[in-house]
């Protein structure tokens, strides 16, 4: 494949970001719990480097980030609200009815989606595997290299296309966001990054802050409040479009009845009901992202060592 041909690609563009549209929603917010630097790296034309998979937990901040891939036409549909789509994406199964899902497309809330990237871990692996969207990789000739992946340009020379950090707990994959808008182009379709972001502080005391933005390309929702645990702060959920119910945490697989973790599809259920993605409750809970995904199938051993059920 040649260089993108994008304008901005020689030639600087200055496009917005959300920290232009969304300004701090309350004077008495502290100015430290605003997520100001998240939303200046929030563009409808990103360049450089996009963050597109994320996963990180410290004491002070959790959350992560998803993408997936829908037609042009669903645009609306995909910002109504700021629930996550695409759940199923990156995961194959067989529904006790005999459906089979390839995880390759998802119709969550009859929404079709594809799958463009996630962060795996198969058993025996000893750290979860990066994988992408095999037509994205085919469209730029791409091959592995250390860390990530590289194509050819125009020149002949290594292009770096997607490059990655993977430890045990966390990771963190970023895209070319030229070449990936050119893909996008060529292929009519569109990728929606969707963002979780939670952070606890300590904090002086506050009324609770609930504020949301909707604009023709992002749908975000902020909740700043006090935890019932004195002077810890859950600071907002920062999603495009993903939200978190505040109300709904913390949602323990441990507190679910025996009968409701052998139902196939029960945990995935009430996940559902929660607005919670796999990430979102695999932190609450206390446990992996992979055993809420082995909950959801119905493989339940481990849940029971782990909750003492």
């Known amino acids: 494949m040649s ?11 200055f496009t917005n970001t959300l920290a232009d549209d969304w300004p701090k929603p309350a004077a008495e917010l502290p100015a430290r719990l605003w997520p100001a630097q998240a939303l200046y790296s929030i563009s409808p034309d990103p360049m450089g480097w996009l963050t597109v998979e994320e996963q990180y937990f410290t004491p002070n901040e959790q959350g992560g980030k998803g993408c997936v891939l829908i037609s ?9 609200d700021t629930s996550w789509i695409g759940r199923t994406l990156g995961n194959v199964g067989v529904w006790s009815d005999g459906t089979f899902v390839n995880g390759l497309t998802s119709a969550d809330e009859n929404l079709g989606s594809e799958f463009f990237v996630h962060a795996r871990r198969p058993s025996g692996a000893i750290l ?11 469209y730029w000739d791409a091959f592995p290299v250390t860390d990530g992946w590289s194509y050819l340009n125009r020149a002949g020379r290594n292009q770096d296309l997607i490059r990655y950090q993977v430890t045990d707990e966390s990771w963190k994959v970023e895209v070319r966001a030229l070449e990936l808008r050119q893909f996008l182009a060529s292929s009519n379709l569109s990728a929606v990054v969707q ?20 604009n023709d390309w992002a749908h975000l929702a902020f909740h700043a409040l006090l935890d019932e645990r004195p002077n810890w702060l859950f600071h907002p959920r920062l999603q495009r479009p993903a939200r978190l119910q505040p109300d709904d945490l913390p949602l323990k697989i441990c507190r679910l009845k025996r009968n409701e973790l052998q139902k196939r599809g029960g945990v995935h259920k009430l996940r559902l009901e ?11 809970a206390g446990l992996s992202r992979n055993m809420v995904i082995s909950l959801e199938w119905g493989n339940k051993s481990t849940a029971y060592d782990g909750c003492g059920i």
């Open 72 to 80: 042009p036409e669903n645009h609306a549909s995909a910002l109504q």
């Open 274 to 284: 929660r607005g919670l993605t796999k990430e979102s409750l695999a932190l609450e």
């Open 128 to 138: 979860p595997v990066i994988e992408i969207n095999l037509p994205f990789l085919w």
């Open 195 to 214: 963002i979780d972001h939670t952070l606890k502080t300590d904090a002086e005391e506050f009324q609770r802050v609930d504020d949301e933005l909707e």
């Open 3 to 13: 260089m993108p041909m994008i304008p901005g690609y020689i030639h600087d563009t």
